[in-house]
């Protein structure tokens, strides 16, 4: 069973970079596309970045791209969200997910999903 775990999450202010990870075990992932999306309130998900496990190809939404970075580390079973310069519109909860097969941008492509962590950024 795929469990992804996320962490990193908290309170920082505008400007401020934040990194979150998240830890995935259960199987092994090289047929695996791992997303990165979020949820403000009251808004939809919204999808933030992908990438390819097998060969670390990745691809960002218009919105984040330049500011946020994804990563893998094989090693840790990890993939990462590193983001900069962020804003109070980044507030919101922040979700990994897992879909076997190649990176989508919508939500119901992915079929196994962290718990989410909260990220706040304060004016």
């Known amino acids: 069973q795929v469990q992804l775990v996320e962490s990193g999450g908290g309170m920082v202010e505008t400007g401020d970079s934040l990194r979150l990870s998240c830890a995935a075990s259960g199987r092994t992932f090289t047929s695996y596309t791992m997303g990165w999306f979020r949820q403000a309130p009251g808004k939809d998900y919204e999808f933030l970045a992908a990438?390819?496990?097998?060969?670390?190809?990745?691809g960002y939404a218009p919105s984040i791209k330049g500011r946020f970075t994804i990563s893998r580390d094989d090693a840790k079973n990890t993939v990462y969200l590193q983001m900069n310069t962020l804003q109070p519109e980044d507030t919101a909860v922040y979700y990994c997910?897992?879909?076997?097969?190649?990176?989508?941008?919508?939500?119901?492509?992915?079929?196994?999903w962290g718990q989410g962590a909260q990220v706040t950024v304060s004016s």
């Open positions: 997910a897992a879909r076997q097969g190649l990176p989508r941008s919508s939500p119901s492509e992915y079929d196994t």
């Open positions: 990438i390819v496990w097998s060969d670390g190809s990745a």
